[in-house]
């Protein structure tokens, strides 16, 4: 069965420090990753994927994830949070076989000044 | 340009009466979604186009209907709301068969008084 766990419903920063929101995903064929961002009144915003290649992904805003085939982990890392990263991070897992993107239940992150 | 563009941005509907939810693309994708976002929780896939076929979710299939009359429009129609539809509806699109990004509106508020 397909599925995202994000176990962190809602994860606090500071401004400044680094930042991990956790995500592990269950699927049964290659799977695509990504990484998506909804901020206030506003709609999912594509952060970064993974397809294939290197694990290491870049994304906007100076956002990184890292593919642990292993672990079945595609963590989301950023080395220096700013107040405006406040918002809702959503991990989704997808392949090449379907049109269907699952996603996790998100994780708030709230940084605070 | 990948924009998708929902209209209304908010709409208020009353117990019983029709909804109708509009989204365009002009990024000729060939696949068009609806999802239906409650807080704290995952986006819920409700149904979706490929190409001129549409595919509904299994445990929604009652409650809501769409239509797609052109490669760049499709809509959402709820035919008798209850208050339980009280939700952000977001509308995606993406090309390709496959697992690829999905591209998202700005999302419909709907409030079911």
């Known amino acids: 069965a397909q599925s995202v766990t994000q176990p962190d419903a809602r994860v606090t920063v500071s401004e400044g420090a680094s930042l991990q929101l956790r995500c592990k995903y269950s699927?049964?064929?290659?799977?695509?990753l990504f990484w998506y961002v909804q901020y206030p009144r506003q709609g999912l915003q594509l952060l970064l994927k993974?397809?294939?290649?290197?694990?290491v992904v870049q994304g906007v805003n100076g956002f990184e994830a890292e593919f642990i085939k292993s672990n079945s982990s595609f963590h989301l890392r950023k080395a220096s949070v700013h107040w405006s990263d406040s918002a809702v991070y959503f991990c989704?897992?997808?392949?090449?076989?379907?049109?269907?993107?699952?996603f996790g239940d998100g994780t708030q992150l709230v940084v605070k000044p | 340009d990948t924009t998708v563009k929902q209209n209304p941005r908010y709409k208020l509907a009353r117990v019983g009466k029709p909804v109708n939810l509009i989204c365009s693309q002009t990024?000729?994708?060939?696949?068009m979604y609806w999802y239906q976002k409650k807080p704290n929780q995952a986006p819920k896939l409700l149904l979706f186009y490929y190409d001129k076929i549409l595919n509904r979710e299994a445990d929604t299939f009652e409650k809501f209907q769409s239509s797609r009359p052109n490669n760049s429009f499709c809509s959402l129609y709820i035919g008798s709301a209850g208050l339980e539809y009280s939700a952000m509806y977001l509308c995606?699109?993406?090309?390709?068969?496959?697992?690829?990004?999905?591209?998202f509106g700005p999302g419909t508020r709907l409030t079911v008084l």
């Open positions: 990024m000729n994708h060939d696949t």
């Open positions: 989704a897992v997808s392949g090449n076989s379907n049109n269907r993107i699952f």
């Open positions: 699927y049964s064929g290659t799977p695509y």
């Open positions: 995606a699109s993406s090309s390709g068969t496959g697992g690829y990004e999905q591209y």
């Open positions: 993974y397809y294939s290649g290197d694990p």
